[in-house]
């Protein structure tokens, strides 16, 4: 039983799980989100995005943007029952109330200003402002738990230059919810306020000021570090690896798509994605030939890497098995309104989705379930970059 639980990551001692493992499981989340517009089934999602980040969330900068996601796909809501409310769409009969309606041109045929609002059309734009603010919270998930530096450690070397592009863009919200804490903190000791606009006019230079800081640095790190450093390679094998990387990515574009999508047929987007990958694969192996590039200690993908992007791959496999056979199980209905449904299958695909809470373990510098502490002075290697 102990070595059991020692292959799970459940023994006292501390790793970082493999950051592609919960990028799987976030994505995999997020595929059932984009097959849906049920909102129990929407909310189960994000509860249990919610709940896994609450468990295995690191103490650190990058790791405190959970939140963030959630109160914007909050305001995506609202923006998006707004747009609803003073565009209008003309669904429904169910009439709540009658705005001023405003004449448009004839080259704006289609597009009305105020008029009726029904109850189906504000219902409809709820269950799809929902999807997006919860794919914004799968995103958050894997932003708040996966380390954007050992994400980047794991890029292959063809895509290094693209990965440093997309972790400084994954880092840009952790590192702006920070800036904007201190700066608040620092205008609360000094007895100015940190609530309003007041307050919101005075915290912009300071969170620039330190943005230009952090490029200025990370500049001058890349550039001591030789980043942009090439092997010798051919020109025929450097357009070859670029042409199949070029169309892989489309295939992988093309295909996920597809699989996204529940009006594509289901006998293309597999092939496709198919495709995309072998395509992008060998584009890889050829373009990692010219990269010049060490690792120092690379991640492991052991049972618990497994475990936490299979049941991510599972949730989406099973959201798309349903879709293709009983799509109107995942459909939120509107018209008429009506209470919806939990569909059992997905649900449960979901409620397993949660075991990453329990199985993954427990990251450097947070207390482990028995309540002790890590040891003094010892941070993680993101706390001391931060």
């Not at 794919?135 to 440093?164: H, I, K, T, W």
């Not at 400084?168 to 904007?180: E, I, N, S």
């Not at 200690?297 to 959201?319: F, H, K, N, S, Y």
Request: glycine content about 10%; proline content about 8%; hydrophobic content about 55%.
């Amino acid at each position: 039983m102990s070595s059991v639980k020692h292959a799970l990551g459940a023994s006292a001692v501390p790793r970082w799980l493999h950051p592609l493992a919960w990028w799987a499981w976030a994505l995999g989340l997020a595929v059932v989100v984009s097959r849906t517009t049920n909102p129990l089934l929407i909310g189960l999602v994000v509860a249990v995005a919610g709940w896994v980040v609450a468990r295995r969330r690191p103490d650190a900068p990058w790791a405190r943007s959970y939140a963030v996601f959630l109160k914007l796909g909050l305001v995506v809501i609202a923006i998006r029952v707004a747009f609803t409310v003073v565009l209008g769409s003309g669904f429904g009969s169910t009439v709540l109330v009658t705005l001023p309606s405003l004449p448009l041109p004839g080259w704006a045929a289609g597009v009305s200003l105020g008029g009726p609002v029904t109850a189906e059309e504000l219902l409809l734009a709820v269950y799809q402002g929902m999807v997006l603010a919860a794919l914004l919270a799968c995103v958050g998930a894997a932003n708040s738990l996966a380390s954007p530096a050992r994400l980047l450690a794991s890029v292959p070397a063809a895509l290094y230059e693209v990965g440093v592009a997309v972790v400084v863009a994954m880092t840009f919200a952790p590192q702006l919810v920070q800036d904007v804490g201190r700066v608040r903190t620092a205008r609360r000791l000094r007895g100015r306020p940190d609530t309003g606009l007041k307050a919101l006019a005075g915290s912009v230079m300071p969170v620039l000021e330190g943005a230009l800081e952090r490029a200025v640095d990370l500049a001058a790190a890349m550039d001591s570090r030789g980043y942009g450093r090439v092997g010798p390679m051919s020109t025929a094998l450097r357009r070859t690896s670029g042409g199949l990387l070029l169309l892989g990515m489309l295939g992988i574009c093309a295909g996920v798509y597809a699989l996204v999508d529940s009006g594509t047929p289901g006998g293309i987007a597999l092939p496709l994605l198919a495709t995309g990958v072998a395509a992008a694969t060998v584009g890889v192996l050829l373009s990692g030939r010219r990269s010049i590039r060490t690792r120092y200690r690379p991640d492991p993908w052991a049972l618990p890497e497994w475990i936490v992007a299979g049941t991510g791959v599972l949730a989406a496999a099973v959201a798309i098995a349903v879709s293709a056979t009983d799509p109107a199980a995942l459909v939120g209905q509107v018209s008429p309104p009506a209470w919806p449904q939990l569909p059992l299958l997905p649900a449960a695909a979901v409620l397993l989705a949660a075991l990453p809470g329990v199985v993954a373990p427990l990251p450097p510098g947070m207390m482990s379930t028995r309540g002790t502490a890590p040891a003094a002075g010892r941070r993680a290697p993101e706390e001391v970059a931060a």
